[in-house]
């Protein structure tokens, strides 16, 4: 495709005080034969202070009966603030959100709708429906 281009890549693990990740760098030639980095990509992978819960973190006791009261001090925060605060009920938003409760950080998430989805429910409809609109007039 470019005869003429050049790059390297490379990946690499890290550890940081907070947690470990990988990373990717891609690396560029410039006309004073040094290379310079176009870019550079990291991926924290977990947090130090919340390990995941797997094999003897995993809390396996059955909830008899304290599963509903459990459910209320999570939603109020009856007994502690929240960690994280996730801004935005979408996609992105609810998936990082249920992530960090698997992992034990406690988050709250805010979105400018009064429902989970409603930024995304009139876009979906409005797509099905031009499509269904085209799909009409064609013949």
Sequence with gaps: MFPDLTWVRFCFGFTTKHGKGIG????VPFLDSKWKAYSLLTCLDSLTEFPEKVGPLRHN?????????????EVEFSTNDPTVLVIGAGHSGLEIAARLKYIGVSTLIIDKKPRV????????????????TESRTVR
Aim: proline share 3%.
């Design 117 to 132: 989805g409603d930024n995304v429910r009139p876009v979906s409809i409005s797509v099905l429906n031009c499509r269904l």
């Design 24 to 27: 990717v760098v891609y690396l």
């Design 61 to 73: 006791k059955a909830d008899h009966g304290t599963w509903e009261g459990n459910c209320r001090q």
